[in-house]
């Protein structure tokens, strides 16, 4: 399945990390239950645009599962805090 998720940076970030940086911190968070294949992000004007390909019985569990990982890599990661998930 096809997912989509976006990292909003805060109104003032101490600092980005690149899209890179950003793409290695998520997949610190994703476990092999998350049945996820590829990620790829890309940077945007508000934060990171992320496309997902995972295995998942349909779209709306992929994505629900697709903004968690990403709420877990806010959360565990000190280089994220302030972002948000949309």
């Known amino acids: ?27 610190l968070h994703v476990t092999p239950p998350d049945r996820v294949e590829h990620i790829r992000v890309r940077s945007s004007r508000r934060g990171f645009d992320i496309v997902w390909f995972m295995l998942a019985d349909d779209p709306g569990t992929a994505r629900v599962r697709a903004q968690m990982i990403c709420h877990d890599a806010i959360t565990g990661t000190p280089l994220l805090m302030g972002w948000q998930v949309g």
């Not at 805060?10 to 940086?21: E, F, I, L, R, S």
């Open 1 to 27: 399945m096809l997912a989509r998720a976006a990292l909003i940076a805060p109104a003032d970030p101490a600092g980005w990390p690149t899209a890179q940086v950003a793409c290695d911190l998520i997949w």
